[in-house]
């Protein structure tokens, strides 16, 4: 007891003079602060809110509507983690399993897997803007979601007996809770315009914390690059702390194509500590861990080069 005391009093004198350093690095060098908060914003702005924003109003007003009586409400969760981008698969865990602890295990298996990057920033951004190799877009794709599937698969085919099986109401009525993210309620005690307003306020909410996270990781990722550190690292850095603007650091670098590709598709698998820090914002009001997320998809991530 006593040294968890110590332990948790050292981690918070850490972050103290953290912040600290933070703040003087910021007062120090504004010109490198502001250009690394415009292009955050540019990236939110222009890139974020327009491709995250409707995908997350209508998952609410779909949870609203259903989410009493999914049958399997974990394939929604696959499919919109898979397809809607970071963070749709956290939001969706915790909408609907948010405060489970009978489903745990499989909500933090879900979360961690289908927590991924959109084939639509994959192959509108990584490939068709930055890698510039559409006639690759196929095998990319493949070394990206053939690992997500195979997962996948096996935990459905492992456990089918769990995840095929009709949920009771009690099961379902033990997913939905007052603090849910997607405001959940039945329909028939609320106003259609109500439920609408309060699917977009929860929409603009969870994309505003978004944006102060991609701003913030810019800003580091803009202090890193004035760092004198070598080519590799600065790239490493770049790609572990945000995907977007470490895949455009990885693509400006003198290096070979294919060591492009293995380098953005690493990043996208490993997902960065800007989306780490979007989904830890999004599962904060629930019991479930980052940490056992990212120990899972360090875990998949080693069979990337296992694929052609």
Request: proline fraction near 4%; include cysteine; aromatic fraction near 10%.
């Amino acid at each position: 007891m006593e040294i968890n005391m110590q332990s948790g009093i050292l981690s918070k004198n850490i972050w103290k003079i953290t912040m600290l350093l933070v703040f003087a690095a910021f007062v120090a060098a504004p010109y490198i602060t502001l250009q690394g908060a415009v292009k955050g914003v540019r990236l939110w702005f222009n890139t974020v809110l327009p491709s995250m924003l409707p995908c997350i109003i209508i998952s609410n007003l779909i949870i609203n509507a259903y989410g009493r009586s999914f049958r399997y409400p974990w394939l929604y969760i696959i499919i919109t983690g898979l397809f809607c981008g970071y963070p749709m698969g956290a939001k969706s865990c915790t909408d609907l399993y948010g405060h489970d602890y009978k489903n745990a295990c499989m909500t933090q298996f879900l979360l961690a897997v289908c927590n991924y990057s959109s084939p639509a920033f994959i192959t509108g951004y990584c490939i068709a803007q930055t890698l510039i190799m559409k006639e690759h877009t196929l095998l990319i794709l493949a070394i990206l979601y053939i690992p997500v599937i195979l997962f996948l698969a096996v935990e459905l085919i492992a456990h089918r007996d769990f995840y095929f099986r009709r949920p009771s109401s009690i099961d379902i009525l033990h997913n939905t809770t007052a603090k849910s993210t997607a405001v959940l309620s039945d329909a028939a005690h609320m106003p259609d315009v109500q439920c609408v307003d309060d699917a977009i306020m929860n929409g603009f909410e969870i994309i505003t914390k978004l944006g102060g996270y991609i701003i913030l990781f810019t800003i580091f990722s803009e202090f890193t690059a004035s760092l004198p550190v070598g080519r590799g690292l600065h790239l490493a850095i770049c790609a572990v702390s945000e995907i977007t603007t470490g895949t455009a650091a990885v693509c400006a670098a003198d290096i070979s194509a294919q060591m492009k590709v293995v380098c953005v598709c690493t990043a996208i698998a490993f997902g960065g500590l800007s989306c780490a820090a979007q989904t830890c914002s999004v599962i904060s009001h629930t019991f479930y861990s980052i940490k056992n997320t990212h120990t899972t998809s360090l875990a998949w991530l080693q069979s990337q080069p296992l694929l052609p």
